[in-house]
Each structure stands twice: as structure tokens, then as C-alpha cells.
């Protein structure tokens, strides 16, 4: 049976629509600011479409100059010369993703839609700070630790104005594509998700030597976390971050001890004798407490190490680390092969 992994019709019709919506998200007013005052009983509003501003502008930089906020120029924001362009790319790439009909693009459409949304509002928020916040010093009405930043949606009072934030016709029809987006998506994973349940047991049996594969070469140590790792020596919980470690079979299968005594012990057992080969790790006593291989470690064997089970031995990786510990905790020091013969 052959695999139909491609957009379902509904979707592609969806798409068309988006498109057509975006084009006309470019030519009105995406976002509005209305302003409401008893000396302005009609209020004045402030819309900014994708490519200018428009309403009450001469007003409002009125207004503002007494407060101290800069004017209000659209030539001022390079973003009413990127944010078209940017609308339109989307309409092309919904369209052209409408076109090859494939579910990958259908996703990643999704993704840079809602990237696109978070930054743009993210940059609306910072352009209102900026005038909010950023005042002349010597403008005629100043009220000490008053800022002047207009919600990013919703209502605010600023002295006697009442300050309201919301989408405009264009804010409305973007959000729109981007729920229908999302429905296409949910549609496309409900349908992929019976898909690939009637193509399960053929790829099952793929998969599954590649996976036993890949769990056969992974042989490096596994991180050992207190508190919740059981020692496969003496079943006790790990209880200091310093000491420990491991040993990894050329199976993949790792045993996690909780002192150098354990793992020693262990060493001579009759259960790891069924393993071919294996790897034995240490805890660094210093630094971050990472694994390291026995074979590359030194040692430092002191009573007042005090380690679980009274092993009481230290693995370093820094020569200069295990030199700093000895004067502190004087005692032995050791190679692997030494300690290995105790």
C-alpha cells in the first residue's frame, strides 16, 4: 500500500483562505489605541496598520509634547517598512505550501507564524516603553515617577486619560490564520497518527534491530543521582555526591555503586563474571563530581575521608585537585592498578 502522507484537501483550501486573508491583513489597521478624557468626549484613537500610522496623530503628538513624549512619525519605524514584506512572505509561503501539499511545511509554517507573533509583540511592548518612559526633562508637565506607556492590550489610566489597548480588524485576522493553522495541524496529526498505525508492523520490524543497535554501542557511564540510585553491592541508596561509581558492560548495562569499596567488591563477584568486557568509572572527588575512567584517575585512600561504607577512597582527574585534598585529608596516594590489588 502506498503511503499518502500529503496535506488532506480541506487543509489545501484552508491554506488558500489564509493567504487571501493575509493580503488583506497588509492594507488595514492591525492594532488600535483609544483615548478617552472628559475634554475629549468623542475620544481620540490611534491605529497602526502594517505600513503607517493612522486616527488622531496631530492630537495625540499634541498632547504628548506637553507630557514630554516624542512625536509620533511613521517614517520614525523601520518596522512599517519590514512588516508588510514579512505578511506578504507568509501569504506566499502558505501559498506555495498549498502547492506541494506537504505536512512538514504545514508545521513549520505554524512554528515561524507563532515566532513572528511572540517577537512582534514583544517589539510593540518595547516601543511602548520607549515612549512611555523615555521623556524630555523639560517638558511643561512633569509628575515625578509618572510613566506614560499605553497597555499592550487592554485598559490603563495615564492622569485624566483612560488608555485602551485592543487588535484592530487586521490584529483579528492574523490571529485567525494562526488558529486556523493550528486546526490544520491538529487535522494533519489525527490523520498521520491512523496512518502510521497501519504501517506500524512493518516499520516495527526496522526499527527495531536499529535499535538494538544503537543501545549496544551506547557505552559510556550514566550520571549517578543521590538520593535516588540503589549501590548493586550493598542496596544501599547513594548518599554523597563525592564518591561512587559505575561499571558500564560492553552490553549497555551499568551497575552503580556508592563507595570504592563497593565497586571493589563487586569486581570479584560471581555476577559480573558472565560479562565479556566492561568499563569502570569513578566519581571526581573535586569539580563537578564527573564520571571518570578508573584508568585515568589517581587516588587518594584516608580515613578522614569518611566515604559510605568506609572505603574512604577519593578519585581525582586534576593532579593539582588530589594535591590540595592531601594536605587536608592526609593519607595515600594510589594508582587504579594499586588500588585494584587491595
Known amino acids: 500500500m502506498k503511503k499518502n502522507y500529503s496535506i488532506q484537501k480541506i487543509n489545501r483550501v ?101 515566532v513572528f507573533g511572540v517577537v512582534a509583540m514583544i517589539d510593540f511592548w518595547r516601543w511602548e516603553y520607549n515612549y512611555g518612559h523615555n521623556l524630555n526633562p523639560d517638558a511643561p508637565i512633569i509628575v515625578p515617577g509618572m510613566a506614560y506607556q499605553p497597555p499592550l492590550i487592554g485598559f490603563k489610566q495615564l492622569l485624566n486619560f483612560g488608555a485602551y489597548s485592543i487588535p484592530a480588524i487586521g490584529g483579528f485576522l492574523f490571529v485567525g490564520v494562526g488558529l486556523l493553522l493550528v486546526v490544520m495541524n491538529i487535522i494533519e496529526y489525527k490523520v498521520g497518527k491512523k496512518l502510521k498505525s497501519i504501517y506500524r508492523q512493518p516499520a516495527l520490524i526496522v526499527l527495531l534491530p536499529m535499535l538494538f543497535f544503537i543501545s549496544s554501542c551506547n557505552s559510556g557511564p550514566a550520571p549517578i543521582i543521590v538520593g535516588k540510585d540503589i549501590c548493586s553491592y550493598c542496596k544501599m541508596p547513594v548518599s554523597d555526591n563525592r564518591f561512587g561509581a559505575e561499571i558500564v558492560t560492553n552490553t549497555g548495562k551499568i551497575y552503580k555503586f556508592d563507595d570504592a569499596h563497593c565497586v571493589l567488591s563487586f569486581l570479584h563477584s560471581a555476577e559480573l563474571k558472565k560479562e565479556e568486557k566492561f568499563k569502570i568509572y569513578f566519581v571526581d572527588f573535586s569539580g563537578n563530581h564527573s564520571l571518570i575512567p578508573a584508568t585515568a584517575s589517581s587516588f587518594l585512600k584516608s580515613e578522614a575521608l569518611r566515604s559510605p561504607m568506609n572505603g574512604n577512597v577519593a578519585a581525582f582527574s586534576n593532579p593539582d585537585s588530589m594535591e590540595q585534598t592531601f594536605n587536608k585529608y592526609p593519607g595515600t596516594k594510589l594508582s587504579w592498578s594499586e588500588l585494584n590489588k587491595q
Open 14 to 114: 484552508l491554506l488558500l483562505l489564509c493567504a487571501v486573508i493575509l493580503f488583506i491583513v497588509v492594507k488595514v489597521p492591525m492594532w488600535r489605541i483609544d483615548l478617552n478624557a472628559p475634554q475629549y468626549p468623542e475620544g481620540l484613537s490611534l491605529f497602526i496598520y502594517p505600513n503607517h500610522l493612522g486616527g488622531n496623530i496631530d492630537i495625540v503628538n499634541g498632547l504628548n509634547h506637553y507630557i514630554g513624549m516624542k512625536p509620533l512619525h511613521t517614517e520614525d519605524f523601520i518596522e512599517f517598512k519590514i512588516l508588510p514584506v514579512i505578511i506578504i512572505a507568509f501569504a506566499i509561503i502558505i501559498l506555495i505550501t498549498a502547492f506541494f501539499k506537504k505536512r512538514w511545511m504545514l508545521t513549520t509554517v505554524l512554528i515561524l507564524f507563532v
